[in-house]
C-alpha cells in the first residue's frame, strides 16, 4: 500500500517548487528535508530573469519580492587585467526576458518562502530534520524511501537533494565530477559600494561573485579549486580575507564596510548527469547536474526543472518520466554544455583578459552573453560563427572601459 503518490527528497527550491505544482493539482506529496527551516544555505543568491516566470507561475512571486531583496539588471564582468565588461537584460531580436531584472535573495528568505508556500496546500506532508538511509525497491523499481523518521512507499520518488544527492548516488545517475572540483567561501558585507548589477571578478586562486541581496547588504563568494584550499590551513575566514586583500578594486570598496557573520564553505560542488530518469524515480535541479557557479545557473535550473517535472507527473501517462527525461535534456542540454566548456576559458588569463576587451569594446554582443546567462535566449540562437567573428576580430569596436 502506498503512502503517498509522490515523495521528494529534498525541500531546497527546485523539491519545494516540485510540491507546490503537485500541491496545487491536489496530489498526496510528501517532502522531506534533512535540514529545519528556516535555514542558510551558502550560494551566490542570484537568480536570472526566466527564473521569475516560474515563480510567477508558481504563484509566489510577490511573496518573494515582499522579502528584502535587489533587482539586478545584468551582469559586470571583471578581468584579470582590471577590463571591465557590462551587460544588460534587453531584447534581443525575438526574446525578451520575463522581467528587465534579475533578482538576488538571501536563501535563508527564498527557501523559507518556497518551503512555507508549498507546505500551505492540504495535500503536501513535510516532515524536517528527515534524514534518508536508502532507497525501498519492490519489482524492480523504486517505491519509497527508509530514514530517521521511518519507512514511506509511493508511486514516485524525487531526488531534489542537491549537488551532494543522496538519491542521485543510490540510483547511479548522477555521479561528482573529479576534473572540476569547486569550492564556495561566501560572507555578507553590510555598507559596501555597489551598483544593481551581479559582479564577477576573476582572479588568483580563484574569482569573487557579488550580488547585492538587500538595501546595504552585498553577498560576496569566493571560488576556488580544491588544491587551493590547502592555503586555507584550516583558517576559513583569514583565507578568505586575505584573499579579498589581494583584490585592490574589490578590497579599496570595503573600506567602510564591515563583515557580517562567520564565512560559511561549501565543496566540491560540480556533478555530472548520467541520467534523470529511472523505473520509478526521477532527479532534478542540481541532484541532476551541476556547473561551476561562475554560471549562475543553480536557481533557473532548480525552479525550472521542477516545473518540467511537475507537467509530466501529472501527466500520469505510460512513459511520462522518459518524456520527462527527454525535456530536460532539450531544455538544459546545451546550456550546461557551454557552462561546461566555459571552464577551460575562465582560467586563461590571456584569452579571457582579450574576450572581456572585445565585450567591452562591443556592448551589444555584451548584453547577447548576457541575454543568454539570464535564460531568455537560447545559447544556439547567439553563439554563432557571426557572433564569434564580431567578437574575436580586433579591427571592429574601439572603447573598451577599464576599472579602475
Not at 555530472?272 to 535541479?285: F, K, M, W
Request: proline share 5%; aromatic share 10%; glycine share 10%.
Amino acid at each position: 500500500m502506498k503512502d503517498f503518490e509522490i515523495i521528494i527528497v529534498g525541500a531546497g527550491p527546485a523539491g519545494s517548487a516540485l510540491a507546490a505544482f503537485l500541491g496545487a493539482q491536489g496530489k498526496k506529496t510528501l517532502l522531506v528535508d534533512k535540514a529545519r527551516f528556516p535555514r542558510d544555505k551558502v550560494c551566490g543568491e542570484y537568480m536570472s530573469p526566466e527564473a521569475l516566470g516560474t515563480l510567477d507561475r508558481l504563484g509566489v512571486l510577490g511573496k518573494v519580492e515582499e522579502c528584502a531583496h535587489r533587482k539586478l539588471y545584468g551582469i559586470l564582468i571583471h578581468a584579470y587585467d582590471g577590463t571591465a565588461s557590462r551587460g544588460t537584460y534587453r531584447p534581443v531580436g525575438p526574446y525578451a526576458p520575463y522581467r528587465p531584472y534579475g533578482l538576488a535573495i538571501r536563501r535563508e528568505l527564498f527557501d523559507e518562502v518556497l518551503f512555507r508556500h508549498a507546505t500551505s496546500y492540504p495535500s503536501v506532508t513535510a516532515l524536517e530534520g528527515f534524514r534518508v538511509d536508502e532507497l525501498l525497491h519492490q519489482d524492480g523499481r523504486v517505491s519509497g524511501i527508509r530514514g530517521t523518521q521511518g519507512d514511506f512507499r509511493s508511486d514516485l520518488v524525487v531526488g531534489a537533494d542537491g549537488a551532494r544527492s543522496v538519491v542521485g548516488r543510490a540510483l547511479r545517475l548522477s555521479e561528482a565530477d573529479t576534473t572540476l572540483q569547486k569550492f564556495a567561501l561566501a560572507g555578507y558585507w553590510k555598507d559596501m559600494e555597489h551598483e544593481n548589477y551581479g559582479e564577477l571578478h576573476m582572479g588568483f586562486p580563484g574569482y569573487f561573485a557579488l550580488a547585492p541581496v538587500d538595501r546595504n547588504l552585498v553577498n560576496i563568494n569566493f571560488v576556488v579549486d580544491k588544491s587551493s584550499m590547502g592555503a586555507a590551513r584550516g583558517d576559513v575566514q583569514g583565507f578568505y580575507r586575505r584573499s579579498l586583500e589581494r583584490n585592490p578594486r574589490l578590497w579599496r570598496r570595503l573600506r567602510n564596510a564591515t563583515i557580517q557573520g562567520p564565512i560559511r564553505a561549501t565543496g566540491p560542488m560540480a556533478r555530472r548527469c548520467r541520467g534523470s530518469a529511472t523505473p520509478g524515480a526521477i532527479l532534478i535541479g542540481d541532484a541532476a547536474e551541476f556547473v561551476d557557479p561562475f554560471t549562475g545557473e543553480g536557481l533557473f535550473v532548480a525552479l525550472r526543472s521542477a516545473e518540467l517535472a511537475a507537467r509530466f507527473i501529472l501527466e500520469g501517462e505510460a512513459g511520462s518520466l522518459e518524456r520527462f527525461a527527454r525535456a530536460r535534456k532539450a531544455e538544459f542540454g546545451e546550456k550546461l554544455r557551454r557552462c561546461w566548456q566555459l571552464q577551460k576559458f575562465l582560467y586563461k588569463p590571456a584569452l579571457a583578459n582579450y574576450v572581456i576587451r572585445r565585450l567591452a569594446a562591443r556592448p551589444i554582443l555584451a548584453d547577447q552573453l548576457t541575454a543568454v546567462t539570464g535564460d531568455y535566449v537560447p545559447p544556439e540562437a547567439v553563439m554563432t560563427c557571426s557572433f564569434f567573428l564580431k567578437l574575436l576580430n580586433p579591427f571592429v569596436g574601439s572603447s573598451a572601459h577599464v576599472a579602475g
